[in-house]
């Protein structure tokens, strides 16, 4: 069993291209529905959209780090039709394996690492 100090937790900031708000909310329609039918270790995956509809924040939370490889791999094909309608950065906060690490770092998602941590 994960320990809450083994979860991963990330962030996604698109910016949409203008123009390409009813593709970019198919696209992430989609990706829900692949985190939802084939992630296994995902304990939050939530899209927020700006009012005026030009930038969407995703909150992640993974169990660990297999957890996160694992989505890393489930929405990888969908990168290449997000990049149509979108740009994409990325960070994620935890300790995450060197597996993982790789990926990331790959992928050019920044690693915050924990410094201090306070949970009540």
């Known amino acids: 069993m994960s320990r809450p100090h083994d979860e991963i937790h990330g ?13 970019f909310k198919q696209l992430a329609a989609q990706c829900v529905e692949i985190v939802r039918s084939k992630d296994t270790g995902t304990l939050e995956y939530d899209l927020f ?3 005026d509809g030009t930038q ?16 890393m791999v489930n929405i990888g094909p969908m990168m290449e039709s997000l990049a149509q309608v979108c740009t994409v950065s990325g ?22 690492e924990p410094l201090h941590r306070l949970s009540r």
């Open 11 to 23: 962030s996604a900031r698109m910016v949409i291209v203008e123009g390409k708000l009813k593709e």
């Open 56 to 71: 969407c924040f995703v909150h992640e939370r993974y169990r660990d780090s297999a957890a996160g490889l694992e989505h």
């Open 49 to 51: 959209l700006t009012a």
């Open 91 to 112: 960070e994620v906060c935890g300790t995450p394996s060197a597996e993982l690490r790789k990926a990331l770092e790959s992928a050019g998602v920044t690693i915050y």
